[in-house]
């Protein structure tokens, strides 16, 4: 599990639109960087150290599972995508965008150019005034003390206006479901989308143990034989497994994220066992379905079969290779069928054939976004 840490920063803008410029920044570090828990009210100051146009200055209390080293990277990301030139030497310039890490917990780190806490926040008050709004008790790791009694203390005389512009915080996946569950195709990257969910996030990780199933690979070798005591084992562990996981929620967690929802068992039923076997084991799950929690958010990965067939080589579990593309195409038309039928479960399909999720970060965020821009019906 990666570690998560509050990390302060401070934000100023003096070129364009000043109010523009900070809040896609402040966008772009809740997606990159780490969720936005505080914003401070914006401060106008006159430009600091040079002459030039005034400044927007704000600072931002984040939670991040980034390493300091990464964290200053995706900061100069940033700051390179809305236009920052950075210049050569100590000499200050104008700024579309300019993004300083202040504090990142309680760590002393000097590595690189990157020296935390900021060596120059202590004699900036349009770096102390908007951070005393948000964090004034947090200590300063060096000084041992209080961030407010460091304003008090500072010699900056230079003249700092709040102004009646303010800036939206962006909201979180950790605020706006309490439940997501993630659903896919045989080889889709469900169950690796749900891991880095739960990394990124904290959230609570229920996940499907298949693995554990004695009857999995004899099914593969030996279908009608197997399929009724396959499906039967599958949905009562599924059952037993969420009932437990969603009714004892961590309160050290901040929300659920399962690889996959109930309603799988009888996708995969559909397919595998004949009409009378189905029919008995369709009256049992309507029993268990009752009693299920169901999801904020229902996401369906969409794979491509040829697509579907390439994970499936590449992950290598023997009992797996000899599925055919037939068989992968009856599961996904239950699938759909299934999502077609539900709309209570609000769900949300995400096309991922072209995307890498698990090694590309843009495409990680790009089913992010879709879900965190999903609204669910309300019943």
């Known amino acids: 599990m990666k570690i998560v840490r509050t990390t302060y920063l401070s934000l100023g803008s003096n070129q364009g639109n000043k109010l523009n410029?900070?809040?896609?920044?402040?966008?772009?570090?809740?997606?990159?960087?780490?969720?936005?828990?505080?914003?401070?009210?914006?401060?106008?100051?006159?430009?600091?150290?040079?002459?030039?146009?005034?400044?927007?200055?704000?600072?931002?209390?984040i939670s991040s599972s980034l390493s300091p080293e990464k964290m200053i990277q995706s900061v100069l990301g940033i700051e390179q995508k809305l236009g920052r030139t950075r210049h050569e030497g100590k000499t200050y310039h104008n700024r579309v965008i300019d993004i300083d890490i202040l504090l990142f917990d309680d760590e002393i780190i000097f590595f690189n150019d990157l020296k935390v806490p900021h060596p120059e926040m202590l004699n900036r008050k349009f770096v102390l005034v908007p951070l005393t709004e948000i964090a004034p008790n947090v200590m300063h790791p060096i000084a041992k003390q209080t961030i407010l009694i460091c304003l008090?203390?500072?010699?900056?005389?230079?003249?700092?206006?709040?102004?009646?512009?303010?800036?939206?915080?962006?909201?979180?996946?950790?605020?706006?479901?309490?439940?997501?569950a993630i659903e896919g195709n045989i080889g889709s990257g469900k169950t690796s989308l749900a891991k880095r969910i739960g990394d990124d996030y904290n959230a609570k990780l229920v996940l499907e143990r298949f693995a554990d199933n004695p009857f999995l690979p004899k099914f593969y070798e030996d279908s009608d034989r197997y399929a009724f005591p396959l499906e039967m084992s599958f949905l009562a562990d599924r059952y037993h497994q969420l009932t437990d996981g969603l009714a004892q929620f961590d309160l050290?967690?901040?929300?659920?994220?399962s690889d996959y929802f109930?309603?799988?068992?009888?996708?995969?039923?559909?397919?595998?066992?004949?009409?009378?076997?189905?029919?008995l084991y369709r009256k049992m799950f309507d029993i268990m379905y009752k009693e299920i929690t169901k999801p904020d958010v229902y996401v369906f990965l969409y794979q491509n079969t040829e697509r579907l067939i390439e994970?499936?080589?590449?992950?290598?579990?023997?009992?797996?290779?000899?599925?055919?593309?037939?068989?992968?195409?009856k599961i996904h038309k239950g699938y759909l069928s299934f999502i077609n039928?539900?709309?209570?479960?609000?769900?949300?399909?995400?096309?991922?054939?072209e995307l890498d999720f698990v090694n590309n970060d843009d495409d990680y965020r790009k089913i992010l976004k879709q879900i965190l821009d999903f609204n669910p019906k309300t019943n």
Do not use: M
């Not at 050290?252 to 994220?257: L, S």
């Open 262 to 279: 109930i309603f799988k068992s009888l996708i995969f039923a559909q397919v595998t066992l004949p009409k009378e076997e189905y029919s």
């Open 21 to 61: 410029n900070l809040q896609y920044a402040i966008d772009e570090i809740n997606q990159v960087i780490g969720h936005v828990k505080h914003i401070s009210s914006v401060y106008k100051t006159k430009s600091w150290g040079f002459d030039g146009d005034d400044f927007y200055n704000i600072c931002l209390e």
């Open 152 to 180: 008090q203390h500072c010699n900056d005389s230079q003249a700092i206006e709040k102004i009646t512009a303010s800036l939206i915080r962006p909201i979180s996946l950790v605020e706006k479901f309490n439940y997501i």
């Open 252 to 257: 050290f967690k901040n929300f659920i994220v």
């Open 341 to 353: 039928s539900k709309d209570e479960l609000n769900p949300l399909i995400i096309d991922v054939s």
């Open 311 to 329: 994970n499936i080589k590449l992950r290598g579990r023997d009992y797996e290779q000899n599925i055919q593309a037939d068989y992968l195409e």
